[in-house]
């Protein structure tokens, strides 16, 4: 159980263009889903918080308009880089909460990630 | 503020005991998380211990947390080859949201 997909899991795009990434959660419902992203090496940076039904909440410096997020229902959030540039390259990863009761509701399950290069 | 450190790389021979250990900042954390990730995929959870529990065993993953210190580590019994990756240790707020807080990372690398 608690699992989480994600597509593309690769995606390879020109600059100026914009590139839409799925995440859903597959056999359990998601009230919240977050988007990460992470650099080579680092660690896993914190974009924006989604709850289904209503508008994200962004971390400081992450630009809304930029990396647009829709979470229409308990299973599906998608993170639309628009305008991508290459210093947007990066792996994105997706995690889901949800559950019925007890920690699995604490608990954050996450995608296996999308890689994106921005030439 | 959060902040939570890793030391960034770890070496132990196949069969041995591996201690990756983790400091964190913030003492109102609920639940304390190691996470997996091997080269190029997602995050693995692997375990997870509520703020009030001191030690937690799960098969060959014992976790210890010393709420004191804000110190937690995961111990890896028998590590394996298979062992080798990144681990992140998480720091989560209930109420907060549930963000988590990452640590730096830290690399196993299980040798023969």
């Known amino acids: 159980g608690a699992v989480v997909s994600q597509h593309p899991s690769w995606v390879i795009c020109k600059s100026g263009t914009s590139v839409k990434i799925e995440c859903r959660s597959l056999d359990f419902q998601a009230t919240t889903m977050f988007w990460y992203r992470q650099f080579p090496k680092q660690s896993l940076m914190l974009m924006a918080t989604s709850n289904e039904g209503s508008k994200a909440t962004y971390e400081q410096g992450v630009e809304k308009d930029k990396f647009l997020i829709n979470h229409a229902s308990l299973t599906l959030s998608t993170l639309t880089v628009t305008s991508a540039h290459p210093e947007d390259s990066s792996f994105y990863i997706c995690s889901a909460r949800g559950g019925t009761s007890g920690s699995n509701q604490e608990t954050q399950y996450f995608g296996p990630g999308t890689r994106l290069l921005v030439l | 503020g959060e902040d939570v450190e890793q030391s960034l790389f770890l070496s132990v021979r196949e069969g041995d005991s591996s201690v990756i250990n983790c400091t964190y900042t913030?003492?109102?954390?609920?639940?304390l998380y190691w996470y997996k990730q091997e080269p190029g995929a997602g995050l693995q959870l692997l375990t997870y211990i509520f703020s009030n529990m001191d030690m937690k065993q799960d098969q060959r993953l014992t976790v210890l947390l010393n709420k004191k210190d804000k110190h937690l580590s995961l111990r890896i019994a028998d590590t394996q080859t298979g062992d080798s990756a990144i681990y992140f240790c998480a720091e989560g707020l209930t109420g907060g949201g549930n963000k988590l807080t990452f640590g730096t990372g830290t690399q196993l690398k299980v040798e023969l």
């Open positions: 913030d003492s109102s954390s609920t639940y």
